[in-house]
């Protein structure tokens, strides 16, 4: 008797039939047999298929936290196709696994497509960060730095440099401070980006004097990473910068600006904030804004508990 499960295989093979995209939730949390048998017919799929197929359970998990599909975009991480290549290791995005480490290693020094070199260098920014706060062992840490480090100088790709370099914004390695600056001064507008983005990640205040300029640049992409790098840099500074920026042209500069609000806090911001949100119209503006808000809030009642003396005994009353 055909199980479901095999039915379901049976209709991914006849790609005379549309993907049955209210039955892919049934490919999640594959155990090993069934990925083995997912994968006897994959071989067979046309590369069209098998790219629909890897983008839309991609979506459709970013939709429903519940669906986990790792063993697919683990086993089609060698898959002859780039692009499905490429899908893969997008999709493991949120996998903190370190063996996924070795095949994002041998894409990014070794595959053909830049573009599944670049989604490599871009993946592994997530095992910089976790061996930054010491949850992946220092040696493994290590490598990684080193082939980002070396495809950020060699790779004749600039979106591979770009994706490298912005992994690299984690780490505390001595020479990548130097690596920003110089592609920041490249002049290079996509260039720029990263380095902003960059200069986000590492947590270091010293690049307040490169991204508060930026806030006000003529480019919508240049501001729009500012904006953000302001928020994770905590510049209060930049505070009333970012409330121009709420009235910004470019939808997404003003939702980076309502972010980094909601990440410095303080009064100004949460005026702003009020003020915008009692004019605003859309569900997902709204949503935005109050999220903003709530960590506002958060940010303050902590600044306001560390300001708290303790040097009275009365303050440990309850």
Not at 51 to 79: M, N, V, W
Not at 157 to 174: A, I, N, T
Not at 269 to 293: M, N, R, V
């Amino acid at each position: 008797m055909t199980t479901s499960f095999e039915q379901l295989l049976e209709i991914l093979s006849d790609e005379a039939q549309q993907l049955p995209l209210s039955r892919l939730a049934e490919l999640s949390d594959l155990d090993t047999d069934r990925t083995e048998q997912l994968f006897k017919i994959w071989e067979h799929l046309s590369d069209e298929r098998r790219r629909a197929l890897i983008k839309e359970i991609g979506r459709q998990a970013e939709q429903r936290i519940d669906l986990a599909f790792e063993p697919i975009y683990r086993l089609a991480i060698s898959d002859p196709d780039a692009e499905v290549r490429k899908d893969a290791i997008n999709n493991l995005w949120e996998c903190e696994d370190p063996a996924l480490v070795p095949p994002f290693m041998a894409a990014l020094t070794q595959d053909p497509a830049p573009e599944v070199r670049a989604a490599a260098a871009k993946a592994l920014g997530l095992f910089v960060w976790l061996g930054e706060i010491e949850q992946l062992v220092k040696e493994l840490l290590c490598q990684i730095e080193q082939g980002l480090l070396t495809a950020l100088a060699q790779d004749l790709d600039k979106d591979v440099r770009r994706c490298s370099l912005e992994s690299l914004g984690f780490s505390s390695r001595s020479e990548v401070p130097a690596l920003i600056e110089q592609v920041y001064n490249s002049g290079d507008e996509a260039l720029i980006q990263s380095a902003l983005l960059a200069m986000g990640r590492s947590v270091s205040k010293q690049w307040q004097s490169q991204v508060l300029p930026e806030l006000y640049n003529p480019s919508p992409s240049i501001r729009l990473e500012a904006a953000r790098a302001a928020g994770e840099l905590e510049l209060q500074e930049s505070t009333e910068s970012l409330i121009d920026l709420l009235d910004d042209v470019d939808e997404q500069v003003r939702a980076a600006a309502i972010w980094s609000l909601g990440q410095l806090g303080g009064e100004d911001a949460a005026d702003a904030l009020l003020l915008l949100l009692d004019s605003a119209e859309e569900e997902h503006l709204i949503e935005l804004i109050e999220e903003a808000l709530d960590h506002l809030a958060f940010v303050d009642d902590t600044r306001d508990f560390l300001l708290i003396d303790f040097d009275d005994p009365e303050d440990f009353s309850f």
